[in-house]
T-cell receptor
């Protein structure tokens, strides 16, 4: 079974600085997708960034980028120029073709002004 | 752009009562997923449907059932409610085999 591990229950970053959230996963599949979701206090699940496993290039979305290491089964999220609005719970998620999403336990990010 | 609609947004029930949660997927999305997120927990997959047929099943209690209708909306029926059923219930939709799932705003169920 696929598992997703987020080893950092909480992280803190100063506004305008950079923070990296860690995620590792376990799978025997070769084709799969990885996601980072943000869940603010409203509890809405908001997609931050996604990565297809077959792509070697790391995904980037504005201030958000990932470091995808397929061999190491690692998928970290880097947030640059952190903003107060980035404060939220961040979930790493894994999905193989046609299947459901498996989530990590989440990392609560605090942004200090 | 149209999003996933869930109703109701909030629901309060007593123990042993029943509840029905509804999900209206994004137009032309034929696959629906249900997740349960307990307090301080990550979302857990319950069940999914594709073209009105159950396609996958996760940790859904036997007291729960779900179905997808011809217009692709889905309903999650929960009977004999327990205190532990209090959670946020997400519905997500996608076109079949599309890598991303689009989440609704969730239904917050409180069982007293």
């Amino acid at each position: 079974a696929q598992t997703v591990t987020q080893s950092q229950p909480e992280m803190s970053v100063q506004e305008a600085e950079t923070v990296t959230l860690s995620c590792t996963y376990d799978t025997s599949e070769s084709d799969y997708y990885l996601f980072w979701y943000k869940q603010p206090p409203s509890r809405q699940m908001i997609l931050v960034i996604r990565q297809e496993a077959y792509k070697q290039q790391n995904a980037t979305e504005n201030r958000f980028s990932v470091n995808f290491q397929k061999a190491a089964k690692s998928f970290s999220l880097k947030i640059s120029d952190s903003q107060l609005g980035d404060a939220a719970m961040y979930f790493c998620a894994y999905r193989s073709e046609g299947n459901d999403m498996r989530f990590g336990a989440g990392t609560r990010l605090t942004v200090k002004p | 752009a149209a999003g996933v609609i869930q109703s109701p947004r909030h629901l309060i029930k007593e123990k042993r009562e029943t509840a029905t949660l509804k999900c209206y997927p994004i137009p032309r999305h034929d696959t629906v997923y249900w997740y349960q997120q307990g307090p301080g927990q990550d979302p857990q997959f319950l069940i999914s449907f594709y073209e009105k047929m159950q396609s996958d099943k996760g940790s859904i209690p036997d007291r729960f059932s779900a179905q997808q209708f011809s217009d692709y909306h889905s309903e999650l029926n929960m009977s004999s409610l327990e205190l532990g059923d209090s959670a946020l219930y997400f519905c997500a939709s996608s076109p079949r085999y599309y890598n991303e799932q689009f989440f609704g705003p969730g239904t917050r169920l409180t069982v007293l």
